[in-house]
């Protein structure tokens, strides 16, 4: 297990919080008049799925806010969204995103500030039950228009609204 040490999180650069930010604030607005809620960085969940390892996405969307346990989520957001970083990266890109598939988020982006690029992430299944990540898009600068959240199709951030830095 690739645990990423506590003190690395330190190092988190202002362009990783300002996409989160964006993200929450845009959101955020859209979202007050449903079920579901968006949160920002430090939101745990924990699932039985994960022997109740605590896992912090960047940013999330759950639409059942009963599902908690203490101050832990045990519900299953139905997105989550991962800001790559140096120290993280290869955490978020194999792990954490496996973790994700395994509980069965439905949608996860991977953001990547420096490369100004969002990798979206749906999960499916195999004939044989077991469920794999597979990317449905790539948005970089030459295709921004195609930025979506697939499971909220009424939910609207622009990729310059995301990197608005």
Same mark, same amino acid.
């Given at each position: 297990?690739?645990?990423?040490?506590?003190?690395?999180?330190?190092?988190?650069?202002?362009?990783?919080?300002?996409?989160?930010?964006? %993200?929450?604030?845009?959101?955020?607005? $859209?979202?007050?008049?449903?079920?579901?809620?968006? &949160?920002?960085?430090?939101?745990?969940? $924990?699932?039985?799925?994960?022997?109740? $390892?605590?896992?912090?996405?960047?940013?999330?969307?759950?639409?059942?806010?009963?599902?908690?346990?203490?101050?832990? @989520?045990?519900?299953?957001?139905? &997105?989550?969204?991962?800001? *790559?970083?140096?120290?993280?990266?290869?955490?978020? =890109?194999?792990?954490?995103?496996?973790?994700?598939?395994?509980?069965?988020?439905?949608?996860?982006?991977?953001?990547?500030?420096?490369? =100004?690029?969002?990798?979206?992430?749906? %999960?499916? &299944?195999?004939?044989?039950?077991?469920?794999?990540?597979?990317? &449905?898009?790539?948005?970089?600068?030459?295709?921004?228009?195609? *930025? $979506?959240?697939?499971? %909220?199709?009424? %939910?609207?951030?622009?990729?310059?609204?995301? @990197?608005?830095?």
């Amino acid at each position: 297990m690739n645990t990423v040490p506590v003190e690395d999180l330190g190092k988190v650069y202002i362009e990783h919080s300002i996409v989160v930010n964006n %993200f929450v604030i845009k959101i955020g607005g $859209q979202i007050k008049d449903s079920l579901c809620r968006v &949160f920002g960085d430090g939101v745990p969940y $924990q699932w039985k799925e994960n022997g109740d $390892q605590v896992i912090i996405p960047d940013a999330s969307i759950i639409c059942n806010m009963r599902d908690r346990k203490n101050v832990s @989520f045990t519900g299953i957001p139905r &997105f989550v969204m991962e800001v *790559l970083s140096n120290s993280t990266e290869e955490y978020d =890109r194999g792990e954490k995103l496996q973790i994700y598939c395994k509980v069965g988020v439905s949608e996860c982006w991977l953001v990547d500030w420096r490369k =100004r690029s969002v990798e979206i992430y749906l %999960f499916d &299944f195999k004939e044989d039950g077991t469920s794999y990540p597979y990317l &449905f898009n790539t948005v970089t600068e030459s295709n921004k228009e195609a *930025l $979506q959240l697939v499971m %909220f199709p009424n %939910f609207k951030i622009s990729f310059d609204e995301l @990197f608005d830095m």
